[in-house]
């Protein structure tokens, strides 16, 4: 049995797509051979932002690309099963045409797999909620994981019964498998680890909770034994944790960083954190000496009203200390904000931009990414908040009369200037974001609803 695992892009290329090796090393465990292809790699490191562009917008195809796919499609045809990973609705153009190429010339079985056989909240047509259903009726596909490929791949290749059912324990998973890649063509040795899946919260803007129904973590020791491994085996130095909340279980994340600082390999780690009430000097130590680089955090907002309206549940006071102790330690932080929640009022807005000033003083370490407020399906703001008009440019109304898409785009502008005057660092993909920005604010311009 031959299996080629495939990622397409896009997503970032400095190092390696995680999926395709963590399923090499599930396949390994029940004694299936693979052989990866890092395809988003392969395609974006020639093409660049060229590649990018079409891959996300649907436009601009030229005869380079086209080319491109064929010849890499001429090593996949002799396998029996293929494997591909849709990272996120941002693959789905070029997991299309690679199909509409690669089907033809192979009788391979094809499974897709991946978080972008969905659409979480593009607007951008070329861009499907159903991309494993539509790729199956287009006779372009077989079969479809929708859910954690883990258990299910395995099972769908040795012709057992297979469902893509979350899997309850994650203790003992295998350890991602990177010996079909030769890691010195990368820009950075990086590598992704998962030590959960799901997340403690259920705020109400965000769709995890319907991906992951349930919150599931690996043991700490375990998580740094693969980190470990990761540096020993492949000279990784740096580590990029897939989880909703590095410290979602604040046990299995305690232990995790005593045994990195007993373990003592010069490898940094970098995670999505959550500010949290109780942590003491001795977590911001263990946090700074398990070689932790940088955290992404969701502050979503400086109002602590706004904050508890999306669930946040942390306090303006828990915010500023713990914003103090990384900046003490000299911890980057990437500041993850929204601006225009349905119950947002000009004065939640000022603490917003409030927050943005008072964090000049660490302005070497901060980057703010912001982006304006999106209505997701599958979330409590979707379903239960009375927002109202098209669900690209909703709209609400709240103490201060109606806030409109004119609206918050204005406090978006502001904010990204603020974060500028204050010197702080802001997402280097400003400019692909305002473009997707106007292209709503335009339809509501043009739009008849009132
Ligand atoms: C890390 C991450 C990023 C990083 C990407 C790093 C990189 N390598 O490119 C950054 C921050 C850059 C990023 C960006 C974006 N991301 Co992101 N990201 C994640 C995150 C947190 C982890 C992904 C990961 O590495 N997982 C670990 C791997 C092993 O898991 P996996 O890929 O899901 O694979 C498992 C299964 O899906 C399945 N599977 C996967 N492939 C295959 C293939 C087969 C054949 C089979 C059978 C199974 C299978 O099995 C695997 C093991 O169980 C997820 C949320 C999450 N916790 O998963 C969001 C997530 C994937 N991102 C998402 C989105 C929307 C984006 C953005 C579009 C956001 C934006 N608006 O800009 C961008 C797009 C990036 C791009 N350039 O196109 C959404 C995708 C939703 C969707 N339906 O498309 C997610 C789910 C977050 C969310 N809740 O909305 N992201
Ligand atoms: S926004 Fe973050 S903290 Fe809130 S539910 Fe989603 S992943 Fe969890």
Redesign the pocket.
């Known amino acids: 049995m031959s299996v080629a695992?495939i990622s397409t892009p896009?997503?970032?290329?400095n190092?390696p797509?995680?999926?395709?090796f963590?399923?090499k090393g599930?396949l390994s465990k029940e004694e299936i051979d693979s052989t990866c292809y890092d395809l988003n790699f392969d395609f974006l490191s020639k093409f660049k932002e060229a590649g990018?562009k079409w891959?996300?917008f649907g436009t601009d195809y030229n005869t380079e690309f086209e080319e491109f796919i064929q010849h890499y499609c001429n090593q996949l045809v002799d396998y029996d099963w293929i494997?591909?990973?849709?990272?996120?609705?941002?693959?789905q153009v070029f997991t299309k045409k690679l199909l509409e190429i690669l089907r033809p010339m192979t009788n391979a079985k094809i499974?897709?797999?991946?978080?972008?056989?969905?659409?979480?909240?593009?607007d951008l047509e070329c861009h499907s909620f159903n991309f494993g259903d539509d790729m199956i009726s287009l006779d372009l596909a077989d079969y479809q994981?929708s859910?954690?490929?883990?258990i299910?791949?395995p099972s769908?290749i040795n012709g057992e019964t297979w469902s893509s059912d979350q899997i309850d324990d994650l203790t003992n998973l295998p350890i991602p498998d990177y010996s079909d890649i030769d890691f010195s063509k990368y820009p950075s040795n990086v590598v992704?680890i998962?030590g959960s899946?799901g997340c403690v919260r259920k705020c109400t803007f965000?769709?995890?909770a319907g991906?992951w129904k349930k919150f599931r973590y690996r043991p700490g020791k375990e998580i740094a034994n693969e980190i470990v491994e990761m540096y020993y085996e492949y000279g990784v130095d740096t580590i990029?944790f897939?989880?909703?909340l590095v410290n979602g279980s604040m046990k299995a994340f305690r232990e995790m960083c005593a045994e990195l600082v007993k373990a003592n390999v010069p490898v940094k780690w970098r995670g999505?954190f959550i500010f949290r009430a109780n942590m003491t000097e001795s977590d911001w130590d263990l946090i700074k000496d398990s070689g932790c680089d940088e955290l992404w955090i969701g502050i979503e907002s400086g109002s602590e009203k706004i904050r508890n309206d999306m669930r946040k549940k942390f306090t303006n006071a828990d915010m500023y200390k713990s914003i103090e102790e990384l900046g003490k330690r000299n911890i980057k932080m990437t500041y993850l904000m929204m601006v225009g929640y349905p119950t947002e009022t000009d004065n939640d807005f000022e603490d917003t931009l409030d927050l943005i000033r008072w964090s000049e003083r660490y302005k070497k370490l901060i980057e703010v990414r912001t982006?304006i407020v999106m209505v997701?399906k599958n979330t409590e703001l979707y379903d239960d908040i009375p927002w109202y008009g098209n669900v690209e440019t909703w709209r609400y109304k709240n103490s201060e009369g109606i806030l409109t898409y004119a609206d918050r785009f204005l406090r978006w502008k502001e904010m990204v200037e603020v974060t500028k005057a204050s010197g702080l660092k802001v997402d280097n993909?400003i400019n692909q974001l305002e473009a997707v920005l106007k292209i709503r604010l335009d339809k509501e311009l043009h739009s008849t609803d009132s």
């Open positions: 695992l896009s997503q970032l290329y190092f797509t995680s999926s395709i963590f399923l599930c990018v891959c996300e494997g591909i990973s849709v990272f996120t609705y941002n693959s499974v897709l797999g991946g978080l972008g056989l969905t659409n979480s909240g593009s994981i859910g954690e490929g883990d299910a791949l769908l992704t998962t899946r965000c769709d995890v991906i990029h897939s989880d909703s999505l982006n997701v993909r």
